[in-house]
């Protein structure tokens, strides 16, 4: 990959058409295949960037998001075709989800105006049932339980095709059980500011309930038209003490209309405490 933008015409057997994002390790671009399987369908490759190759952090954190994709297998987790090595370069090639991120949509909408009821509720059964696929996952080679904690699950990872079936994507940091990948530095948070679990914040360890605080706070925001977690002219220390310790109203208190069962899954979900925090992705969806 050329280090001034410039976009490669082909990576391995997929002729590139453009670039979709270049993030802080990855370029990730638009792609069609050319090889004698599933050719002329349309991809995403995500590529490590090349001045990353010499790093094995980044190398085994790459590898990693593979190996998580390559547990998964359901209909609301972005699909991953491939991953290769190609002229030094490290490639993942996934399912192009022709849409856009919740976090577009949501910026779309007129100020006042949200996601009816219905579509926030079908939202949050997609990404619950995603979380719940990844939450059982099991090892492919040996076939124990292998759980892959996403631990980013926010507005931009959500994905809203055209034919709203909705997807969860960008496995970046996910925990994987087994796959050695989760060494950082020290003081380093993994995570989206405003969608993290407080365990999370504190440095503390995450297990799969930080997902399940997560999309449930992401349905909050869905039922409740705004976001939990405002960060304004605050501080990065004031946005964490909030993710910490959050002090934002239970859906109950805002949306006293609701089903009892939707109050009830969204205010288990919200469990400031990981320990309570005892219902699963499985039984939320």
């Not at 995603?130 to 090892?139: G, M, Q, R, V």
């Not at 960008?170 to 948070?189: C, L, P």
């Not at 949306?255 to 939707?262: F, N």
């Amino acid at each position: 990959m050329e280090s001034d933008g410039s976009l490669p015409v082909r990576i391995g057997t997929y002729r590139v058409l453009s670039r979709i994002a270049t993030g802080g390790t990855s370029d990730v671009l638009l792609a069609q295949s050319e090889g004698p399987k599933a050719k002329g369908r349309t991809v995403v490759l995500k590529v490590l960037l090349q001045e990353f190759r010499e790093d094995e952090q980044f190398e085994r954190m790459f590898a990693a998001e593979a190996a998580a994709y390559a547990r998964l297998s359901h209909p609301a987790i972005v699909e991953l075709y491939d991953f290769f090595s190609d002229a030094e370069q490290l490639v993942m090639v996934l399912e192009y989800v022709d849409g856009m991120p919740l976090h577009k949509l949501r910026a779309l909408l007129k100020r006042g105006k949200f996601l009816d009821d219905a579509a926030a509720l079908f939202v949050g059964w997609r990404v619950f049932g995603a979380l719940s696929a990844a939450h059982n996952a099991h090892d492919p080679e040996t076939g124990a339980l292998a759980p892959v904690i996403h631990r980013d699950v926010n507005p931009s990872n959500v994905l809203l095709p055209w034919d709203g079936q909705v997807k969860i994507a960008d496995f970046g940091i996910a925990k994987v059980a087994g796959v050695d990948n989760d060494k950082t530095q020290a003081g380093f948070i993994k995570g989206t500011y405003g969608y993290m679990a407080p365990e999370q914040v504190r440095g503390e360890t995450v297990t799969d309930r930080a997902d399940v605080y997560a999309a449930s706070l992401l349905l909050w925001e869905l039922l409740v038209g705004r976001k939990a977690i405002l960060r304004g002219g605050a501080s990065d220390m004031d946005v964490l003490r909030s993710m910490a310790e959050p002090a934002f109203p239970s859906l109950g208190a805002l949306r006293p209309e609701l089903p009892l069962e939707v109050l009830d899954a969204v205010d288990r979900g919200l469990e400031k405490d990981p320990a309570k925090r005892t219902i699963t992705a499985a039984e939320v969806a």
